[in-house]
């Protein structure tokens, strides 16, 4: 049996029984009696200057054991530039931004205190819209911006524009001035969309032995070890992170602005604390995926080649540029993928505003950037009067196409998958009658994302009984990559059930850097250096058997938990039996493993401000959606919903449908329910499951998949990460068949009932952004 053979298998996870019944320990539940509690001081205004702040009379309350403010923590953090406080120091910059912290005996103890804190805030005008943050001469949400450290080189930033991110590749301008092309202009605007994992962000800090120890429901241990470290000015060693079980993520928990609370109040009392954010908190300071507003050009050949292409991104990153600062990054492999391309111009702008910040969420702004791209696919298509499926087959990037910053894609990918949908369509059929009399619509939909490789380690113990102890930075955040691929792919290299591959949790003390689980990678990034590490514990487990069988190497092989001569089962020792002959000679079997990415080049000069120049893993989807609206109320029926996903190779082909299921209902969440807005005062108005809708179980619909296999893949096995891509498409495959539905164009998400209501009766106004340029060199800084 091969490597492949071994390893693929509908392996059910291990940690289901226990979640099921209730037995998993999350972070809230490792709180014991004797630690503190800890409750935040948030401002209540979006922008101002604190004039006072003074806590003595809170430190004077019932059981109170200390208090934290931005004296105690003045060290800025942030991605690509550190513009973020731990806590508001002399400006307030959004409504709900921390400005002290205190540690109390109860948490009702430690809330009450808040009330003895003197603040006195002066305001200042917020600004909460994009448009008002690039209205000239508006005012700097950063006024000190120019004196942050700048941690990544190469991106342009100025004023309230945090970061841009840019790329240009062949002659934009004379494609758009050629006499046989149609020019098709569209504009688009999103909003954001909020989390709501089952368990809100929680950490609980202790100090150790003059280091920091804190346990977190986080994504990314190492984020928190570094910037704990930078903010508590500690060396990144003398911060331990640990990570239980985590209660859902989506990117939420890329974040580290919690846990280095917890860690100071630990280091001035001397006790554990425990920050839990309350629902409210959770989400009112939610680090949603962000709004965002675009528009898109192309010129177009009469037969429908797409010869030239240009667009503007911008995306709100609230009060600080967190996420959004990389992924600007992503607008030119996402507005820009899909379609080959003659000649293309892209920038995305992070743009600062005195709102809540916002962050990473599931192929985060692939989501959005993939509404508006085949929402222009469409409109081009009625623009020439051609079927949108011929449209699509005909300009899907292929073998040896050049993606927009000059990188050259490898294979036919998106072609065979649009075909493989029309497959998929004709097997389980169309379902217009169920529409009833109500508007019809179909659609199918493309899009395109990417692995996020990046660096990971993993060490790997051989037990006595033969079982094997994978040690990883990697985090189960409820995805099962942890509890399933992972324990699939060592048992594979080493001949083991995977029940007998033990998972250890995160723990930056015994396990190597890794930039976290997000982006598709874990399966991938971990199951590479897993590979590598059993590659190293599968040598010195033959070399042995080797030496007490009298047989070299190259002629045995590992079969259900024995070293066999190959060709003849069942002969040879059992792996117990070999790993008690070296630790009594040579010493206990052990393996270490590292990957990291192989930077695929992009074209040089093609792209400025980019944290990925290209992309080392695309990935690919095709959904097809459809749907029924009822024209009286506008409410919007899924009827059926397909999908084709590029999977490279399925290692647990349940697990898989069970990812494309949960993302393709997260999504519809995001198409028709779940509605952000901002308030005048700055806030996020849906703070609480009342007022946010997101998809109840009759909202749900039964997704058909089909798992496309073989694409290339520098992934252990071929793989590629799946859990990250269903949602991608969603999106777009609903608007374009609602479009399709009322004979309307769709232009804004969600499409909630009042919206499709004023877009069948005319009465839904075009998204129109005076902020965006009509001349695309005037949207980028020089």
């Known amino acids: 049996m091969n490597d492949a053979a071994a390893t693929v298998m509908d392996f059910p996870r291990r940690d ?75 400006t307030i910059r959004y409504n709900g931004e921390p400005i002290a912290a205190i540690a109390a005996e109860t948490e009702d103890e430690a809330r009450a205190a808040l009330a003895a804190i003197i603040l ?32 990544s080189e190469g991106g342009a930033r100025s004023g309230n524009i945090a970061w841009e991110a840019k790329s240009v590749r062949g002659d934009v301008d004379a494609a758009f001035a050629r006499n046989d092309v149609t020019i098709v202009e569209s504009s688009f605007a999103v909003g954001r969309q909020s989390h709501v994992p089952f368990e809100p962000r929680v950490a609980i800090g202790s100090w150790e032995d003059g280091r ?43 974040d580290a602005s919690i846990e280095p609370i917890t860690a100071l109040l630990a280091r001035i009392t001397g006790r554990k604390v425990i920050l839990e954010h309350t629902r409210q908190e959770e989400m009112a300071t939610c680090l949603c995926r962000e709004n965002a507003e675009i528009t898109i050009r192309s010129a177009v050949t009469t037969d429908g080649e797409i010869v030239g292409r240009e667009a503007v991104v911008l995306m709100d990153c609230g009060a600080y540029g967190g996420e959004q600062v990389f992924l600007t990054t992503m607008t030119s492999h996402t507005l820009g993928g899909s379609y080959r391309l003659g000649a293309a111009r892209l920038v995305s702008r992070a743009v600062y505003t005195n709102t809540p910040p916002n962050g990473a969420f599931r192929a985060c702004n692939g989501v959005y950037n993939s509404f508006a791209l085949e929402r222009h696919t469409d409109e081009i298509c009625a623009a020439l009067d051609m079927d949108p499926m011929k449209f699509r087959k005909r300009n899907v990037l292929g073998d040896g196409d050049l993606g927009p910053t000059g990188q050259v894609f490898e294979g036919d990918v998106l072609r065979p998958m649009l075909e493989r949908m029309e497959t998929l369509r004709a097997r389980t059929g169309t379902v217009e009658h169920k529409a009833d009399g109500r508007l019809y619509g179909r659609a199918t939909a493309v899009g395109t994302w990417f692995i996020f490789v990046g660096p990971s380690a993993a060490t790997i113990n051989l037990n006595a009984d033969g079982s094997a102890t994978l040690v990883t930075s990697g985090v189960e955040i409820g995805s099962g990559t942890m509890m399933q691929s992972l324990p699939q792919i060592v048992a594979g290299q080493l001949g083991l059930k995977p029940e007998q591959v033990v998972v250890r949790e995160a723990d930056t003390d015994s396990a190597g850097l890794d930039v976290g689980v997000g982006g598709g990678r874990t399966t991938v990034s971990i199951g590479a250096a897993s590979m590598g590490a059993s590659a190293e514990v599968r040598e010195k487990l033959l070399r042995t058997a080797g030496e007490m069988l009298q047989t070299v190497p190259e002629k045995l092989v590992l079969r259900d938990g024995r070293v066999e001569v190959a060709g003849r089962p069942g002969s040879g020792v059992s792996i117990p039996t070999v790993v008690a002959h070296a630790q009594a000679t040579t010493g206990p079997i052990s393996g270490t493993g590292s990957f990291t990415a192989r930077n695929t080049p992009a074209m040089a000069g093609c792209a400025m401000g980019h944290f990925v120049d290209a992309l080392d893993i695309p990935v690919f989807v095709v959904h097809e959606a459809e ?37 393709v209902v997260q999504g519809l969440g995001y198409a028709l329910h779940e509605e952000v807005t901002i308030t005048e005062d700055g806030r996020i108005a849906q703070d609480s499951f009342e007022t946010y809708r997101v998809p109840l179980a009759q909202d749900a619909v039964p997704v058909v998949a089909d798992l496309y296999e073989g694409a290339p893949s520098m992934g252990p096995l071929g793989t590629k990460g799946a859990g990250e891509v269903p949602i991608l498409a969603v999106g777009s495959a609903i608007a374009c068949a609602v479009a399709h539905a009322i004979g309307k164009p769709v232009a804004r998400l969600p499409l909630t009932p009042p919206r499709v209501l004023r877009l069948i009766h005319g009465l839904e106004p075009a998204p129109v952004h005076p902020h965006i340029a009509a001349d695309w060199t005037a949207n980028i800084l020089n």
Not at 137 to 145: I, M, N, S, T
């Open 627 to 663: 749907v029924a609206v009822d024209p009286d109320t506008g409410h919007v029926e899924v009827l059926a919903y397909r999908v084709v996903q590029d999977v490279g190779r399925a290692l647990n082909p349940r697990a898989i449908m069970g990812q494309i299921q949960g993302g």
């Open 212 to 254: 920091a120890h804190i346990q977190a429901s986080t994504q990314v241990p190492w984020t928190v070890r570094n910037v704990t470290g930078r903010v508590m000015q500690l060396p990144p060693g003398r911060v331990r992170v640990t990570v239980p079980p985590v209660g859902g993520g989506f990117g939420l928990k890329f």
């Open 120 to 151: 006195e805030i002066e305001p200042v005008e917020p600004i909460l819209t994009m448009a008002d943050a690039l209205a000239p001469g508006a005012r700097l949400v950063h006024e000190d911006w120019r004196s942050y450290d700048v941690l």
């Open 16 to 90: 289901a029984r226990d979640k099921l019944r209730g037995r998993t320990r999350y972070t809230n539940d490792r709180a014991t009696p004797d630690m503190l509690h800890a409750a935040l001081l948030r401002s209540t205004i979006p922008s101002g200057r604190i004039v006072r702040l003074d806590v003595s009379a809170a430190l004077e309350c019932p059981g109170v054991r200390g208090i934290v403010t931005g004296a105690d923590a003045s060290a800025n953090y942030g991605i690509g530039i550190a513009d973020h406080p731990l806590f508001a120091l002399d």
